[in-house]
């Protein structure tokens, strides 16, 4: 006798398998020589795009203090996580924004390190200092960052006065290099802007204020004179003096 049909939705009794459930298995997907080496290719870019990335991952927790002349001379390799011990140049300062209102970071060359070092800082004056002059974080290569272009940009777009004193000056122009102020050198050429700052020893110059008593060069002439500073001549004034009421004298000093 055969079975009974099943009435769809009907109940399944205990132990018997829903045929609703049984599926018949499907051919296996194909996969060609295109889509494995589409594969292959894949993984090796993120093998290559994630590598700097793992290699941080496996530093251990406590970071490595090295020198700035450890890293000067590639002793160090990329993507360590080291301290430091570094004046920064604040004065030389690039902001690197991440968004419009966002504090960004801060991008500063190392003194003695002829631009070849940098710290990447925080951007927020609020942030904590660092007082002993340490800094730890991840060493990394400036073409490996997503700001290098803006930062490359901005020093070629702005380029900053660097000093150098006159003995370093005459010592270095034969051979092209100049040492500046800061210790670090200066490779000399025709396209450098240059501008001299010398200090006279044998003569002050002496910026007066006008007012109601002195309101003039003239007036403050004879109240010089007065104080038997008798060798007090009227300097070239500057673009601002008249602005501010003021005026100015070179006084030569006795020998």
């Known amino acids: 006798m055969a079975a009974a049909a099943r009435e769809p939705g009907a109940p399944i009794p205990k132990n018997a398998i829903d045929p609703d459930l049984v599926k018949l298995g499907r051919s296996r997907a194909k996969v060609g020589i295109i889509t494995s080496a589409g594969i292959l290719g894949l993984c090796v870019y993120f093998l290559l795009r994630l590598g700097p990335d793992r290699r941080f991952g496996g ?15 590639d002793r160090i390799a990329p993507d360590s996580y080291v301290e430091i011990e570094a004046e920064p140049l604040m004065a030389h300062a690039i902001r690197s924004l991440k ?8 991008v500063v060359p190392v003194r003695g390190s002829n631009d070849r070092l940098w710290l990447t800082v925080s951007g927020d004056a609020w942030d904590q200092p660092a007082i002993n002059g340490r800094y730890t974080g991840r060493l990394r290569k400036l073409e490996d960052m997503t700001l290098s272009k803006s930062v490359k940009a901005h020093v070629a777009e702005n380029p900053r006065a660097v000093f150098a004193t006159s003995p370093a000056i005459r010592a270095g122009v034969a051979a092209n290099t100049i040492k500046l102020v ?13 501008a001299f700052d010398t200090v006279e020893p044998k003569t ?6 006008f007012n109601e ?10 109240a010089l004179r ?30």
């Open 59 to 73: 530093e251990g927790d406590k970071p490595a203090s090295v020198a700035v002349s450890d890293v000067l001379g």
């Open 99 to 106: 968004a419009r209102g966002d504090a960004g970071l801060r």
């Open 182 to 194: 800061t210790g670090e050198s200066l490779t000399v050429d025709d396209s450098l802007n240059v």
């Open 204 to 209: 002050s110059l002496v910026v007066v204020s």
């Open 213 to 222: 008593r002195l309101p003039d060069m003239r007036s403050w002439g004879g």
């Open 226 to 255: 007065r104080a038997e500073i008798e060798n007090a001549k009227v300097a070239q004034a500057r673009d601002n003096d008249e602005a501010l009421g003021q005026g100015r004298f070179e006084v030569a000093l006795s020998a």
